[in-house]
Each structure stands twice: as structure tokens, then as C-alpha cells.
């Protein structure tokens, strides 16, 4: 990859040369996403695509597992010796804990995954292969955290598995297959005249009518409040609009798995339109079949009635709303 490192002058859709403080494509519309800090790729392109990064609560979480993995033997077999041999007790414990840790050394470079991290559903990869680390980067990752960043640590649970193929894009076409109405015939122009006037326009072949467009949707958690989307709303845990066409819906937010400004809901064509705003824990939408699709930060994707909406932990049901 001997050009990853080189920042790009124009836009990555439509080609135009862009200026440095742009932060909008003027043509496309494009939204321009700076480069990843320390890393040639950024977690929602490439290799790491729909790979969604675990929040700090369940990196700790596994690192407690790790360390309890590694005491609770080595303690045990100290206090099982120390009674007969107290200097060999001492060895023992130690060498037993040298052993554990090294196992866990061993199964993070082979599978991406040690105790801690298998018990809470993650996985450590390289940023630059997707592949679990080496033994260098593993080792520096733990003896400097406070370096760059040569890996991540993916949330299996919610997004992608970076060890398994890249599932492929969503597109508009998935919802459903376009229905393109038919011109009436000249007979039937008064009454089809009619019948859009009425906002029910008929079926000619068949007399069904078809329903009418809903005013707004409605997002429905487990328990709570419902989120109703009406034009457009931007949803977090203190968010903040620019303009005054957007709606500001806060959501507490207890376990901080939001962002402030999480994610722009937007009603339009009878789809709800869900644009992740490069949150910490990501955003995905989840047909009625069960396919998971972690949204890549910054791009407008598209849902239906039916389908589930998570905003970092905080799920959802769409559901249509009053009719316009």
C-alpha cells in the first residue's frame, strides 16, 4: 500500500477537486472524512467495513477477565504449596502465572481473542489487515497503551466479525422492487384525476387502493419513549443542530454507549434514512429476515417499516406513523 498514507485533494464519489477547509462535497454533496489517526485505513472502509469498535466498559471488562485468568490459578497453586514448601510455593505460582499468560499471548495472535475477550464477545485485529495481531504489536499494545493504535478491538456482537467476508452493501433495491405506476388510459383519466386528488390512487388492473403515505415514523424502543420522525431529527445524548429545519431529540443515557451528537433520522420517500455521525459505538439497522447491516459513518442508509434501528446499545422498532 504505498500510497494509503497520502491525503487526497478531490472528492472520493464524483472526482472533484476539493479545498482544504471543505467539509462538503459543493457538487455531490459528499461528505469529507478526515483520515484515521495512526492507521492507512479507517474502521468503516476497506477491510474493516461494518466492523464496529467495543466501548471502553467491555475493553476493561475483558481486561479484568485476563487478569483474573492469570491470578486466581497461580494463587491458588501458592496457597496449595505454601504449607509444605514455601520457597518452591513462590516459583510455582509464578511460573504457572508466566504460563497462563503466555497461552493468552499465543491464542491472541492465533485467533484474535484471549479468555477476556471470548467471555465478552470481542476480538483483536491489525488496523491494516484485519487479522489478528503479531506478537510485536500484541506486546507493544499492552506494555504501551498510550501509543498509536496499530489494532482494534471489534464488537462481534453487534457488527462484523473482521474474520469473516465483508457483507455486501446495502442498497435502496433491497427494500422491495420499485412499483412504477401505469399511465391511464384516456377513459380513465377523470377517475384516475380523481383518485390522486384524494391522495388514494387506484389500481386499475386490480380495484385495490393503494395505501396512503404516512406524515411521519415512529421508533419504538423496549421500554420508553417512542422516537417520531418528521422531516428530520437528530437523535444523541445532548445533540446539538446547526440549522433550524432539524429536530433535536435527546436520549438519556446512562451507560454512555451514545454519542452527543449520535445519528440523523430523516422521513423522506417513505423510508426512514439513518446517518451514523462517526460515533464511538456505531449505529445498525436489521431487517425483518435478521440481516445485521452496521451503518458506515457518514453515508445516508436506508430502512423500512419493520426493521430495527440500534443506537449504540439502545434498540428500536420502526413503525409507521399517522397518515399524511
Same mark, same amino acid.
Given at each position: 500500500?504505498p500510497?494509503a498514507?497520502?491525503?487526497?485533494?478531490?472528492?472520493?464519489?464524483?472526482?472533484r477537486i476539493?479545498?482544504?477547509a471543505?467539509?462538503?462535497?459543493?457538487?455531490?454533496?459528499?461528505?469529507?472524512?478526515?483520515?484515521a489517526?495512526?492507521?492507512?485505513?479507517?474502521?468503516?472502509?476497506g477491510?474493516?467495513?461494518?466492523?464496529?469498535?467495543?466501548?471502553?466498559?467491555?475493553?476493561?471488562?475483558?481486561?479484568?477477565?485476563?487478569?483474573?485468568?492469570?491470578?486466581?490459578?497461580?494463587?491458588?497453586?501458592?496457597?496449595?504449596?505454601?504449607?509444605?514448601?514455601?520457597?518452591?510455593?513462590v516459583?510455582?505460582?509464578?511460573?504457572?502465572?508466566v504460563?497462563?499468560?503466555?497461552?493468552q499471548?499465543?491464542?491472541?495472535?492465533?485467533?484474535?481473542?484471549?479468555l477476556?475477550?471470548?467471555?465478552?464477545? &470481542?476480538?483483536r !485485529?491489525?488496523? %491494516?489487515?484485519?487479522?489478528?495481531? /503479531?506478537?510485536? #504489536?500484541?506486546?507493544? *499494545? =499492552?506494555?504501551a $497503551?498510550?501509543?498509536?493504535?496499530?489494532?482494534?478491538?471489534?464488537?462481534?456482537?453487534?457488527?462484523?466479525?473482521?474474520l469473516t467476508?465483508?457483507m455486501?452493501?446495502l442498497?435502496?433495491?433491497?427494500?422491495?422492487?420499485?412499483?412504477?405506476?401505469?399511465?391511464?388510459?384516456?377513459?380513465?383519466?377523470?377517475r384516475?384525476?380523481?383518485a390522486?386528488?384524494?391522495g388514494?390512487?387506484?389500481?386499475?388492473?386490480?380495484?385495490?387502493?393503494?395505501?396512503?403515505p404516512h406524515?411521519?415514523?415512529?421508533?419504538?424502543?423496549?421500554?420508553?419513549?417512542a422516537?417520531?420522525?418528521?422531516?428530520?431529527?437528530?437523535v444523541?445524548?445532548r445533540?446539538?443542530?446547526d440549522?433550524p429545519d432539524?429536530?433535536?431529540?435527546?436520549?438519556?443515557?446512562?451507560?454512555r454507549?451514545?454519542s452527543?451528537?449520535?445519528?440523523?433520522?430523516?422521513?423522506a420517500?417513505? &423510508?426512514?434514512? !439513518?446517518?451514523? %455521525?462517526?460515533?464511538t459505538?456505531g /449505529?445498525?439497522? #436489521?431487517s425483518?429476515e *435478521? =440481516?445485521?447491516? $452496521?451503518?458506515?459513518?457518514?453515508?445516508?442508509?436506508?430502512?423500512?417499516?419493520?426493521w430495527?434501528?440500534?443506537?449504540?446499545?439502545?434498540?428500536?422498532?420502526?413503525?409507521?406513523?399517522?397518515?399524511a
Amino acid at each position: 500500500m504505498p500510497s494509503a498514507l497520502v491525503g487526497s485533494l478531490s472528492c472520493a464519489r464524483c472526482s472533484r477537486i476539493l479545498a482544504a477547509a471543505e467539509r462538503f462535497c459543493t457538487r455531490c454533496g459528499a461528505p469529507q472524512v478526515a483520515a484515521a489517526t495512526g492507521a492507512a485505513t479507517a474502521t468503516g472502509a476497506g477491510l474493516l467495513a461494518g466492523v464496529l469498535p467495543a466501548s471502553p466498559t467491555r475493553r476493561r471488562t475483558a481486561g479484568v477477565v485476563d487478569v483474573l485468568a492469570t491470578i486466581l490459578p497461580a494463587g491458588a497453586l501458592l496457597l496449595a504449596l505454601v504449607g509444605t514448601d514455601p520457597a518452591g510455593a513462590v516459583g510455582a505460582g509464578l511460573g504457572l502465572a508466566v504460563v497462563v499468560v503466555l497461552a493468552q499471548l499465543a491464542l491472541l495472535c492465533r485467533t484474535g481473542r484471549t479468555l477476556g475477550l471470548a467471555v465478552t464477545r &470481542l476480538r483483536r !485485529v491489525d488496523v %491494516l489487515s484485519a487479522l489478528p495481531p /503479531t506478537v510485536t #504489536t500484541a506486546v507493544r *499494545g =499492552a506494555l504501551a $497503551p498510550w501509543s498509536p493504535h496499530a489494532t482494534l478491538t471489534a464488537d462481534v456482537r453487534r457488527g462484523r466479525d473482521p474474520l469473516t467476508p465483508a457483507m455486501p452493501a446495502l442498497h435502496v433495491q433491497q427494500l422491495g422492487p420499485a412499483v412504477v405506476p401505469a399511465a391511464p388510459a384516456p377513459a380513465e383519466g377523470r377517475r384516475a384525476a380523481r383518485a390522486r386528488h384524494d391522495g388514494t390512487p387506484e389500481d386499475r388492473r386490480g380495484g385495490r387502493r393503494q395505501p396512503a403515505p404516512h406524515a411521519d415514523v415512529r421508533l419504538v424502543p423496549v421500554s420508553g419513549d417512542a422516537i417520531v420522525v418528521r422531516g428530520t431529527v437528530l437523535v444523541g445524548r445532548r445533540p446539538e443542530a446547526d440549522g433550524p429545519d432539524v429536530t433535536v431529540h435527546a436520549l438519556p443515557d446512562m451507560a454512555r454507549t451514545l454519542s452527543r451528537n449520535h445519528a440523523v433520522l430523516e422521513w423522506a420517500d417513505d &423510508l426512514l434514512w !439513518v446517518t451514523d %455521525l462517526h460515533t464511538t459505538n456505531g /449505529t445498525t439497522i #436489521t431487517s425483518p429476515e *435478521g =440481516a445485521v447491516q $452496521p451503518l458506515v459513518p457518514g453515508q445516508r442508509t436506508a430502512a423500512a417499516t419493520g426493521w430495527r434501528v440500534e443506537l449504540g446499545e439502545r434498540e428500536y422498532t420502526v413503525t409507521a406513523g399517522g397518515p399524511a
